[in-house]
């Protein structure tokens, strides 16, 4: 019988703030599972080397967070359509000493909003998302597969969107100045805040919900707060609102089945716990 604990964990650069240790290893817990999920801190420098070691180890794979997801591709055998089109990967499963990467945020994303807004359909109108950096691509990446009829993308640094826009080819993306993003929300059916405006410690996201339909849903990546003040603001005039805290936690859900073979569930404790 082979006692060996499945390994896994996230490589990053600084990497003491992910909560990913907190959610795999809660998973591992819950299931009752001979494993364990650690925090690996590996710099830029040493990606290469540090990442042969896990494969020495026998780890079964790895998360991949800031500065690596961009970079660690290079390093993979396989990687996955999705994750090419994300322009990141953000999980590796290791088989036979070889890597695959995939990117599981755009899931993530997507199956936070389907769990907290079951009726809501992506396909029955525009979505207006504010922001242009990894965390929007993902998103974008998301609203494309969804069959989301047309795209607006709001960023301050015009240049930004345009270049995302761009890579990923979709025809019904639209870049919106940010002068004009509170006109922008007029017939939107969804609202994202895919920046980090509004999270403690930034600065606050200003815009005008005059416009935006009653009927139109309203996101924010941001859970620090869990109800930000867009939330708040959505929701004192009508507007369903779905939190950003999901998004974290079921894009580790694949990763998590990938290694340990169990696709896990997201519960009221583990939000708890990583709230805390
Ligand atoms: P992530 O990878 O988490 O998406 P990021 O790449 O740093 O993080 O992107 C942060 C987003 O928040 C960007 O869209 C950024 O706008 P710019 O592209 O113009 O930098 C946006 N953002 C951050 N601070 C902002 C501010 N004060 N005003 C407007 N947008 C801001």
């Known amino acids: 019988m082979n006692n060996k604990p499945t390994k896994a964990g996230v490589i990053g650069h600084p990497i003491k703030h992910s909560k990913s240790p907190l959610i795999h290893n809660y998973w591992i817990k819950k299931h009752g599972l001979n494993g364990a999920y650690e925090a690996l801190d590996i710099p830029c420098e040493d990606l290469k080397s540090g990442v042969q070691d896990l494969i020495n180890q026998g780890y079964a794979g790895f998360n991949v967070t800031i500065p690596h997801k961009e970079s660690i591709a290079a390093l993979c055998d396989t990687v996955d359509p999705l994750a090419k089109k994300c322009g990141a990967v953000n999980t590796v499963k290791i088989e036979n000493g070889k890597l695959h990467g995939f990117n599981t945020d755009a899931f993530g994303f997507l199956t936070n909003i389907s769990s907290q807004a079951s009726e809501f359909d992506f396909t029955s109108g525009p979505a207006a998302v504010i922001g242009a950096g990894g965390a929007s691509r993902a998103i974008l990446c998301g609203l494309i597969e969804a069959q989301v009829p047309e795209i607006r993308i709001i960023n301050r640094t015009r240049a930004k969107a345009e270049r995302i826009v761009a890579e990923l080819g979709a025809d019904n993306i ?91 569930g997201v519960d009221q404790d583990l939000q708890e716990l990583v709230l805390r």
Do not use: C
């Not at 309203?218 to 959505?234: F, G, H």
């Open 174 to 264: 639209t870049i919106i100045e940010w002068t004009q993003r509170d006109e922008a929300l007029q017939g939107v059916n969804l609202l994202v805040n895919a920046s980090s405006l509004g999270m403690e410690g930034q600065a606050p996201l200003e815009l005008s919900l005059d416009l935006l339909p009653k009927n139109a849903l309203v996101n924010d990546i941001v859970y620090t707060p869990l109800q930000t003040p867009l939330l708040k603001a959505a929701s004192v005039r009508g507007n369903k609102t779905v939190t950003g805290i999901g998004m974290l936690l079921h894009q580790a859900r694949p990763a998590f089945e990938k290694w340990f073979g169990i696709l896990p």
